[in-house]
């Protein structure tokens, strides 16, 4: 998806929205918004309260930082870790251009993570070997942009080794001799793409039918533009409605059409929150056949308008989402960045 936000270079810039399984909610730590953006010098966001924890890692640029009335300064190859789920979380601002990809996520052991990573670094973290820990990152990232096969063990896995550098190998910002061997050419984070076909190309330890499922949920997360019929996905996946139907159910806990309205809400209330696209923009960017529709089916899951909702966001009274409700473990706050 392409964002819609002030200082936000659209032409290279894009985002995805994913919708975990119950078993991932259940068992791991998963993505649920994640993207590539380049921002402007100039660019500032006050976030509100949002249901998930996010990393940022700064591909080149510097960004400012203030969080309850904290400021830190994020350069190239650093990460940020901030906790989205309190009111009034962060503000942060492009000092210069800025490259950043940036990923929420949540899940078992997400909280725990997090505590023990901020108690001893803060929220920029400066790793020794941080283009190992970038790579990672980006293969999620690229997981989604390359419509690869989605695997919920493996993404929790990889945002597992990414924190684990953090606990391990990270010292605060600020300390020269961490950057020295990111700073030397060739080395820059934008340059790596370790792993890129791993995903790809292991066929162990899955059933086709299990295959043949996490490839749709890939093709659902970057085209909720479009309509999205049970009959294409099940002929993606070679298989007949009733059975594809059956079968994405064992595997996401969901049928089709809740999940795929579940990803449109997602991304609807992300572009909601995050920037200034008119209603008509998030429906047509999120598959919703009419303004009508889309407003209906919003006040229907949370309970207000779209436009009420954003109203709210902008003074951290945000309705509570209905994943949060099932999930109390994520009731912490929602979507990316800065993103």
């Known amino acids: 998806m392409t964002p819609v ?7 290279v810039s894009h985002y995805f929205v994913y919708v975990p399984s119950r078993n991932a909610m259940r068992m791991f730590l998963y993505p649920t918004r994640i993207g590539l953006y380049r921002y402007l010098k100039g660019y500032w966001l006050n976030r509100g309260s ?6 940022m890692a700064i591909y080149n640029g510097t960004f400012v930082f203030t969080v309850n009335g904290r400021r830190s300064v994020a350069r190239t190859g650093d990460l940020v870790l901030l906790d989205c789920h309190a009111p009034n979380v962060y503000q942060a601002k492009a000092e210069t251009d800025c490259t ?11 909280r725990d993570f997090f505590n023990a990573i901020h108690s001893d ?10 283009t190992y820990a970038i790579s990672r990152l980006r293969m999620v990232y690229d997981t989604f942009a390359e ?14 080794e990414v924190l684990t550098e953090c606990l391990t190998d990270g010292v605060s910002a600020g300390s020269p001799s961490a950057f020295e061997d990111n700073r030397r050419p060739g080395t820059e984070p934008t340059d790596v793409r370790t792993g890129e076909n791993a995903w790809r190309n292991d066929k162990r330890g899955s059933s086709y039918n299990q295959h043949a499922i996490e490839e749709t949920l890939s093709y659902i997360a970057t085209h909720l533009s479009e309509p999205l019929p049970v009959s294409q996905l099940a002929a993606m996946a070679l ?20 999940y795929i309205v579940n990803a449109r809400m997602h991304a609807a209330k992300y572009m909601l929150l995050t920037g200034d696209a008119t209603l008509k923009e998030i429906c047509a960017a999120c598959g919703f056949s009419s303004t009508s529709a889309f407003c209906a089916a919003f006040r229907k899951r949370f309970g207000v308008t779209p436009l009420t909702f954003r109203a709210a966001a902008k003074t951290s009274a945000m309705p509570e989402s209905d994943e949060s409700r099932a999930h109390p473990a994520r009731n912490r706050t929602p979507h990316h960045r800065p993103r």
């Open 5 to 11: 936000e002030h200082h936000v270079d659209a032409a």
């Open 50 to 55: 949002f249901d998930s924890f996010i990393l």
């Open 100 to 110: 950043l990809l940036w990923m929420h996520f949540d899940g078992r052991l997400a």
């Open 121 to 130: 670094l803060g929220d920029v973290i400066t790793l020794r070997r941080a």
């Open 147 to 160: 419509e690869r096969k989605v695997n919920e063990a493996r993404m929790s896995l990889i945002i597992t």
């Open 239 to 258: 298989m007949s409605e009733y059975y594809y139907i059956r079968v994405f159910r064992q595997v996401t806990g969901y049928t089709p059409h809740t």
